[in-house]
């Protein structure tokens, strides 16, 4: 039986729950208008390094949550930019926040409830079918018709996939994690820091190596990857598993006997294929940062405009969504992208140079020391 509504939202993670939770907050009434379908059920697996950056917390303080979030996290106060033996230090109360994002993903879900947004799970798409007055679409459990579509299915969904269709310009980065326990003593821990280590760019790597504290079950642990974002993809890839086990065996880590895992992420580019008629992206569908492959903040923000763009949409019965691009590329979230995209473009391609790099790093610091001191999210 063919279930019909205003909008159908694909994808119940921070992208998704985002664009809910927004439209509710420009009108409650689109509780009864929206659903959100997800393919897994909360908790649900999901990999990725956690790290949730001040302009998702900010989001997140402005759509009502009070910070700290009540689930287990570690906050970063000490960003540890490093390359080589140089080291930049960027600061902040807190700069980051580390979640096991499973929980993080369950937690925002069940607030979204709380509020009226309806979500079906174990609804995992199967089909898209675009019409003049609409788009159908087909799970395992039936057919819904709605006259918009928000695609936060991630960097594989079905959603971004038919949008970008028979593109070739597309950029995916690679992401390789391990994690193991730790202990609450560990430096990292009592001095509230993680590190982002960008040597491995002259070993062929287009990004960085991290190491991270967090909570796994609520118990101490440390996580590890690599991240390359291959944005000059005529270079030699670079061999991921042999940087991260190089790297942790400098921090006298072993990556034997721990479970490796790894995805492609989708990435940010101003010239992406951000909407068509009815369908538009968010979230890692639409594009993650390109400089650090950050996902959890810039969906939040995707959500933020998406919401507009819809709520305009229904105003003035147009479903072009035509604006969708101009609107997220002029805002908070565009200006962000935007500039960490500028910065990966030229930085991944010159980062085998030694002396661009050193350079690079003597503004960064001078930079970081002379910037204002940012205003403290959490209390004390």
């Given at each position: 039986m063919?279930?019909?509504?205003?909008?159908?939202?694909i994808g119940a993670g921070p992208a998704g729950i985002s664009t809910a939770m927004h439209l509710l907050q420009l009108n409650p009434g689109w509780s009864e208008r929206l659903l959100v379908l997800e393919k897994a059920v909360h908790p649900r697996p999901k990999l990725c390094g956690g790290g949730l950056t001040r302009l998702g917390l900010q989001i997140l303080r402005d759509l009502g949550f009070a910070l700290p979030l009540p689930i287990p996290h570690e906050r970063i106060e000490d960003v540890r930019l490093i390359y080589s033996r140089r080291m930049i230090h960027v600061r902040g109360k807190p700069q980051i926040v580390v979640f096991h994002r499973p929980e993080l993903d369950a937690y925002l879900a069940?607030?979204?409830?709380?509020?009226?947004v309806k979500i079906l799970e174990n609804q995992g798409v199967e089909k898209l079918v675009l019409e003049d007055q609409g788009v159908f679409v087909t799970t395992h459990e039936g057919l819904y018709h709605s006259r918009v579509v928000v695609g936060a299915d991630g960097s594989k969904g079905v959603t971004q996939r038919y949008v970008n269709k028979g593109r070739t310009d597309k950029r995916v980065a690679r992401l390789l994690e391990v994690h193991n326990s730790a202990s609450q003593a560990a430096p990292l821990f009592t001095e509230h820091a993680a590190y982002f280590d960008f040597t491995p760019l002259a070993n062929r790597l287009q990004g960085y190596f991290w190491e991270f504290p967090f909570r796994l079950e609520g118990e101490p642990a440390f996580k590890y990857g690599v991240y390359d974002a291959r944005l000059a993809s005529w270079r030699p890839k670079a061999n991921l598993p042999e940087i991260l086990s190089r790297s942790m065996a400098e921090r006298g880590e072993s990556l034997e006997k721990l479970k490796l895992e790894g995805h492609p992420i989708n990435l940010f580019n101003p010239g992406n294929c951000f909407a068509i008629p009815h369908l538009l992206l968010v979230g890692d569908a639409a594009g993650a940062d390109p400089l650090f492959g950050e996902g959890i903040a810039p969906a939040l923000g995707y959500g933020k405009v998406a919401?507009?763009?819809?709520?305009?949409?229904?105003?003035?019965?147009?479903?072009?969504l035509r604006n969708y691009r101009q609107v997220l590329l002029s805002s908070q979230l565009g200006g962000y992208l935007l500039r960490r995209w500028k910065v990966a473009w030229w930085g991944y391609r010159l980062g085998w140079s030694s002396v661009y790099m050193h350079l690079l790093w003597t503004l960064g610091d001078i930079l970081a020391r002379l910037w204002p001191?940012?205003?403290?999210l959490y209390p004390g």
């Open positions: 063919e279930k019909s509504c205003d909008l159908l939202i069940d607030q979204a409830r709380r509020r009226g919401a507009k763009i819809v709520q305009q949409a229904f105003e003035h019965a147009d479903f072009s001191k940012p205003e403290a």
